[in-house]
């Protein structure tokens, strides 16, 4: 299907929890778009959400009851999906089936992880398809600034005489999640592989893959992993979810760690790695991102809080709990690291940006719902991996159904 370009993009929000809100912040730098319309299952969230694009100078905004009524209104040209793992298969079936009944939709973005599970992400992809749309996968690591500035340093300049790059790193880690959502295996999918990995698994394909070649253009080899619950278990930290989150998190825990090896091919048949580690049980200044690219004569590596800003808060200058110095602040006093744009630093301005611009010309993005699947089949060769005690050859069919150990209803 093809579509004209539009002046502007028309974006209808579903959901209105943290992440819609850091989107929203992010599209203060994105041109030719206007917030049209915002649905949540809470109207009290999505009035508030609306009320913040409005403040922002975003767009109307308007509130909908209903996300029939927003797709079937004429004020959106495009979804974005943001709504818990859980939520987002029913929600797309929804949206493939109003697309059909004539909603004058063009576009739908989701994000991360696409699904919970490889067939969950297959039929998000068959039914954006199917339903025409052009479809745009989240992934806002993969559009940071140091990311795409250090990508194009490296195979620019050192690849040509160096040769390519064989190893990716990435880790990323904080004190654990804030909605209880992310804590419960089913709703989530996992524990922090399924949360956390997916960002750390495709920022270092991206960094693997030549410029402008597509992601699968490196073919899965094999997945190995560990995974383990090293602090949320114990008693006090346990006691802690229970008071806060309403979890039982002793009875129904997932994993507070994972580190993963993803090994893949090139075209010339050459080896690459992944080696990637997440943790919610990491206590530092706040969410740290590491980033590393290794080739035979060159390295690039990106840390989160490794700022130029800084600051020092003495033990006279108290205050209470926040984050405005940085995502999952666990501190407010000492020397702190400052990240002044996370918005822009994490990738989600260049994000909007990439997929605003895609959508209202009518082209599809850089990074699609089969970059997502691509996303999901890593994950669950992981998990699988992590279970079985060995390593996960691909393609694997046994992936087709899996579903990871903690997701699992109980018996």
Known sequence: MSFKELPILRVGLIGSGFIAA???????????????????????????IAEKARELGLGPAHVFDSLNAMAMSGEVDALW??????????????????????????????????ARTLAEAREMLVLAEDAGLLHGYLENQVFSTAVVRGKDIIWRRAVPQGGRPYLARAAEEH???????FWQGERQGGGVLS????????????MLTPPGAPRNSLKLVSASATV????????????????????????????DFARGIITLEDG??????????????????????????????????FSSLSTGLKVFLSRAVTGSEGEDLVEKQNAEQ????????????????DE?????EAFRRGLAPAETFADGVGVVEMLMGLYRSAELGRTVEFPDPELEGYVPLVARKPA
């Open 22 to 48: 850091f989107h929203l912040q992010s599209m203060l730098g994105v041109r030719n778009i206007s917030i049209g319309g915002v649905y949540s299952r809470s109207p009290e969230k999505r009035t508030r």
């Open 81 to 114: 999906l943001l709504t818990p793992n859980d939520t987002r298969l029913d929600i797309m079936r929804e949206i493939h089936r109003l697309v059909k009944a004539g909603a004058p939709l063009r576009a739908i973005a989701c994000e991360k992880p696409l």
């Open 175 to 181: 004190a654990g999640p804030h909605e209880p959502w």
């Open 195 to 206: 949360d956390m990995m997916c960002h750390s698994v495709e920022v270092a394909r991206f």
């Open 228 to 255: 383990a619950t090293l602090k949320w278990t114990r008693p006090r930290y346990a006691a802690d979810l229970q008071a806060r989150m309403g979890i039982d998190f002793a009875k129904r825990p997932v994993e």
């Open 268 to 301: 010339d048949g050459q080896q690459v790695m992944i080696e990637a580690t997440t943790s919610w049980a990491y206590v530092g200044a706040g969410l740290r991102i590491q980033l590393e690219l290794l080739g035979p004569e060159y390295s690039m590596e």
């Open 334 to 349: 000492g020397l702190m690291p400052v990240v002044e744009d996370e918005a822009g630093i994490y990738g989600y301005t």
């Open 352 to 356: 909007n940006r990439h997929m605003v």
